[in-house]
């Protein structure tokens, strides 16, 4: 029998968790923060920058003739500086500093010029909906013309430069960024509860596809849709605290929190854990639901195989619920040792220690891969929202003395510009469009729906079962 994931061990802090950065002190003399760039600025050259003030982070992201931040750094600080302070008034701050290194120095705007235009093209790239504002495209469109004024020496090169932004922003601009054929809008969101007996099947997974491996791909294929709609910025947003140090909170608490993509994808694992639990309730013979258990077992299989860890985790959730793992005659029936290997594989023991030893050996895979095949990383997306969430709530965005506690940002940076690498590999499968439509469309039991499924199937076993069989009906 299945054994159910245990939500107190789900919860446990996450391995790798620094608890050294929740209680980081400050030293009692310490050196005045250094205005500008300089050691540190850049993460890989001198000793890291663990704190700083706003002020001074800002002005290590603004380049200069003779300096560019590293883009560890540049990664780092867009991600964390939302918490802070808004985009457009972040964006209003560089432009401020731009035009005064300008005015300091305009024999420099040759090496200053396309050094900005490249900090701008990284900001729009991988923070693009940012710029879905129209007073932050007014803000860069104003830079850019004054980069290109102030650069006629060098107007080949900057226009060019600035002709790219200008085309990548008007693209931006005209972009809905909402989820398109596989993503969370396609999804049928339709609970079935019978209040009888289920109708005979007139469809099911078996009759769209036999073939494991085949469904395993498909599933790819919507997870990697997904990953691909998460903006880096979902990851902070969702987990915005209020700051004790700032009564103004000037960023993201009086807006609606962007988080729609990272929502959509949980609700796709929610949905999945469903219709795999469905999918195994709904056949009225005992044979026909072992054949369901042992195809989804291989389908788990697959998924583990392919590096896709978030279906795996689905399918093994669905297979817990209890509708499912009470039905002991069909579990009887069913050849489950790889199952329990599987199960082994994601037991939440020590804080998912097998899986994250798994993720990592995923992850070197991918790294060291010729092919986007062996590319393929999908985490299991809930525990790293856990992971992040256990950062962001151990870990202070300020130090006592006002400082933003970068390193806690470095760590949140490591942690999501690793799924951003992830979720770029291109899906090497080709896709079938019948059996997409059927996992995003196919109706679902409700919970009352699966348990009156599973008692119908087999009868309740206890007093408990009973009532609760008598009140479903």
């Known amino acids: 029998m299945p054994q159910t994931v245990c939500s107190s061990t789900m919860f446990s802090a996450p391995t790798g968790f620094s608890p050294h950065l929740a209680c980081a002190e400050p030293e009692e003399e310490e050196e005045a923060p250094q205005e500008g760039p300089g050691r540190g600025a850049c993460l890989s050259d001198g000793p890291p920058i663990t704190s700083a003030s706003l002020d001074t982070l800002i002005q290590n992201l603004v380049p200069t003739a003779?300096?560019?931040?590293?883009?560890?750094?540049v990664f780092t600080f867009l991600l964390s500086a939302r918490l802070f302070i808004p985009p457009p008034e972040l964006l209003s701050r560089v432009c401020e500093l731009c035009i005064k290194q300008q005015q300091l120095d305009q024999s420099k705007?040759?090496?200053?010029?396309?050094?900005?235009?490249?900090?701008?093209?990284?900001?729009?790239?991988?923070?693009p909906t940012d710029f879905r504002d129209d007073k932050m495209v007014g803000q860069l469109k104003d830079i850019v013309h004054r980069i290109v004024v102030l650069s006629l020496y060098v107007v080949c090169k900057v226009q060019k430069d600035s002709q790219d932004l200008c085309r990548s922003l008007s693209g931006l601009k005209h972009t809905k960024y909402n989820s398109v054929s596989l993503t969370a809008s396609s999804i049928s969101d339709k609970l079935v509860a019978f209040k009888t007996k289920p109708p005979p099947i007139t469809k099911d997974i078996l009759s769209i596809c036999n073939d494991p491996y085949t469904l395993a791909q498909q599933l790819t294929h919507i997870e990697l849709e997904h990953l691909r709609r998460i903006g880096p910025e979902e990851f902070v947003q969702a987990f915005e605290q209020k700051d004790p140090l700032d009564a103004t909170q000037p960023c993201y608490s009086d807006q609606k929190k962007k988080t729609t993509n990272l929502e959509a994808y949980v609700r796709w694992f929610n949905r999945l854990c469903y219709l795999v639990a469905t999918e195994i309730c709904m056949p009225g013979k005992k044979k026909q639901r072992a054949t369901v258990i042992e195809f989804f077992i291989d389908v788990a299989r697959e998924c583990f195989n392919i590096g896709n860890f978030n279906s795996l985790m689905a399918i093994i959730s669905g297979m817990n619920m209890t509708p499912?793992?009470?039905?002991?005659?069909?579990?009887?029936?069913a050849k489950t040792a790889k199952f329990f290997i599987l199960e082994h594989q994601m037991d939440p023991t020590g804080n998912f220690y097998n899986y994250r030893t798994a993720l990592r050996g995923a992850a070197h895979r991918s790294r060291t891969a010729n092919s986007n095949r062996e590319k393929i990383v999908i985490p299991f997306f809930s525990l790293l929202i856990k992971d992040i969430y256990f950062l962001n709530e151990g870990c202070a965005n300020r130090l006592p003395n006002g400082h933003v506690n970068f390193e806690k940002f470095v760590e949140l940076a490591?942690?999501?510009?690793?799924?951003?690498?992830?979720?770029?590999?291109?899906?090497?499968?080709?896709?079938?469009?019948a059996i997409l439509h059927y996992l995003h469309t196919a109706p679902i039991f409700s919970e009352d729906g699966l348990y009156l499924a599973s008692y119908e199937s087999e009868s309740p076993e206890n007093q408990v079962e009973k009532d609760r069989w008598k009140a479903l009906r």
């Open 66 to 73: 003779d300096y560019y931040p590293e883009k560890a750094y």
């Open 109 to 127: 705007v040759r090496k200053f010029g396309p050094k900005i235009l490249q900090l701008l093209t990284e900001w729009t790239e991988t923070f």
């Open 324 to 333: 499912v793992s009470r039905l002991k005659k069909t579990w009887g029936k």
């Open 414 to 433: 490591r942690q999501v510009g690793e799924f951003m690498t992830w979720k770029q590999v291109e899906c090497p499968f080709e896709e079938d469009r």
